[in-house]
């Protein structure tokens, strides 16, 4: 009796480790999950400003400073041409950053950003 009641204490002790085991698992299989949609969510959030060059129709009108009146979506709106920058990917980082933030930003002081383009100019 004592030794079957032992070696069912023993059994039971093993399976509560293989199930500590596979609950460890997939804790850590749900984390990691859970990072990478954390990490898709973010790019997609950071895809929202991009627009299609084609989208935007450039007028002769040259504002100064680089900047020109466009039209976009039946909206008049001003339009920046980067020329001349050298596009190597820490720039583009750079850029990417300052557009993502530009993007978020509301304040009555300041012109709202629409958007930007990803490939070329406009």
Known sequence: G??????GIRQDNQQL?????????????????DEEICHLSSQIESL?????SDEI??????VGGGWM??????????VKC??????CEDNL???YREINIAFRVRHPNL??????TRVGNP
Do not use: C, D, P
Not at 57 to 62: A, P
């Open 69 to 78: 009146v466009g039209v976009f979506r039946g909206t008049e709106v001003a």
């Open 17 to 33: 480790h293989e199930i500590t085991s596979k609950n460890h698992e997939m804790e850590a299989t749900i984390q990691r999950q």
């Open 111 to 116: 012109l709202q950003f629409i958007g930007a």
């Open 2 to 7: 004592f030794r079957v009641l032992v070696e």
């Open 82 to 87: 980067l020329h001349g920058i050298s596009l």
């Open 57 to 62: 129709e450039k007028t002769q009108k040259v």
């Open 93 to 95: 980082a750079h850029f």
């Open 48 to 52: 929202q400003w991009i627009i299609e």
